[in-house]
């Protein structure tokens, strides 16, 4: 299928090096587009289906890619070629179909992008984080290795696949040792604990697990032949941990990564795997915690920095933002707040910066907050992440009103701007907002202040 999606790309005129958008629903068809596109030399260029429609202009005119793969129902127009994927009637499925397939591949090196994938920043705009072939590869071997793959293990797939996580952490895995994969079209308990009984992999974001849990069929007998679960994305609490193992009798293997660096570190399969850290150094990677330009000793809080092969290279048309990610030595500084134990272990205590990560998707308080500052009745307004029983982390919008203030107009605003996953989930209207000696909002004192907001006496885990 993918060499039939190769052959469409080139009747499309798709060259070596070009960009593809695609904004599709999760399908067998769009695995087969991204493979194409690596097939073909091109990058692949994933977008949210959930974003609006000046989200993907935005993307469109960064990427400035030579063709949009649309699905059916949110195509839009966009001044390239573009087409649409799906069964029944998507028009680049249908020229694919009508194509023999090719065989031959475009060899890249090393250090030419394979992908594209747009992340969140400070400034309140998405930067594409290039992903070269050589970062790919060497993260897909690194975790087929220490996770122990084999052509007999079956994936229950349930990530959405326009996110590192998804895309290349669960498929390369599997597709490097041929591995049966269950493909579900999103996350849904029903689905997985019907399907759990043939697999032999998991991996998922804390809130999937934290919802299974939730279901009392997901319990030993149902979890007993499988392998592995792993969580990452967001931080799993040691509370939702030990539930797993009591309710299951698995240890969750919990790891860590960022879109510009892959995989990072990882609990091991053999030998301890501790709540609340996140593991060790993947093969290759270099890690460090840095204070102020000197390393931290054993047990001391810093910022975690990495280097290695697995590394982006860099912002797409940012250099001043690829500089200012990296130090001089040529580490990634991640924004992590973390330690590194005697033996080598990293926890993860926090982030430097002020992004929130709600149901492991990630969202910069900037992006909201511009919006939110251009309706005229709000005076000031911040946003932060309060704790979320289901999502970890909510997005909360403090804001100081001028006059009336209704919800649900602002509702009604957002829905062409935003994507709804970073829609504020609650909206507090307060005379003031808490400001230092040099006037800069405190976000932590709101953190602090209402950090039971999205909890009741029913919703404890
Ligand atoms: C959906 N909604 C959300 C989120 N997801 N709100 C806040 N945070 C979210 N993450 C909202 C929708 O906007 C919608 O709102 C309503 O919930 C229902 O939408 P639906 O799609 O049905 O939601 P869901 O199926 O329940 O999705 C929740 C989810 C999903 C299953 C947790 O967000 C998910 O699969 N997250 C995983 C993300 C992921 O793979 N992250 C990896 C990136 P309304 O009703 O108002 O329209 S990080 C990464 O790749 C690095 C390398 C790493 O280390 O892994």
Known sequence: MSGQYAAALEKCGVKEGDRVLVKVEKSIDAVALYLACLQSGAVYVPSNPKNTVEETAYLFQDAEPSLVVFSHENSQSVDARSETLGRGHGSLTS??????????VTQRSGSDLAAMLYTSGTTGKPKGAMLTHRGL???????????????????????????????????????????????????????????????????????????????????????????LFT????????????????????????????????????NPLEGER?????????????????????????DELGVVEVRGSHLFSGYWRQLEKTAAAFTKDGYLITGDIGSLDKHGRVSLQGRSNDMIISGGENIYPKEVELYL??????????????????????????????GDFSEVAVGEYFKSRIASYKQPKKYVLVDSLPRNAMGKIQRSKLRDEYSTLFFDADNHI
């Open 137 to 227: 590869i060497a993260n897909a071997i690194a975790l087929h290795d220490i996770w122990g793959f084999e052509s007999e293990d079956i994936l229950l797939h349930c990530l959405p696949i326009f996110h590192v996580h998804g895309l290349f952490v669960a498929l390369h895995c599997a597709m490097l040792s041929a591995s049966e994969v269950i493909f579900l079209n999103k996350f849904d308990p029903e689905s997985i604990i019907s399907n759990m009984s043939e697999a032999t992999v998991m991996m998922g974001v804390p809130t999937h697990y934290a919802r299974l849990l939730g279901d009392s069929r997901f319990d030993h007998d149902l979890c007993a032949h499988m392998r």
């Open 274 to 298: 501790i709540p609340g850290t996140v593991g060790f150094p993947l093969p290759d990677m270099e890690l460090r915690v840095a204070q102020d330009d000197r390393e931290c000793d054993i």
């Open 95 to 104: 020229l694919a179909d009508s194509l023999q397939g090719t065989d031959e």
């Open 373 to 402: 500052e251009e309706i005229p009745n709000v005076n000031e307004c911040v946003v932060v992440g309060l704790p979320h029983p289901d999502l970890g982390e909510a997005v909360t919008a403090f804001l100081i009103p001028d």
């Open 231 to 266: 969580s990452g994305s967001a931080p799993m609490s040691e509370l939702v941990h030990e539930k797993f193992q009591r309710q299951t009798s698995h240890r969750i293997l919990e790891r860590y990564g960022m879109t510009e660096a892959g995989i990072i570190t990882s």
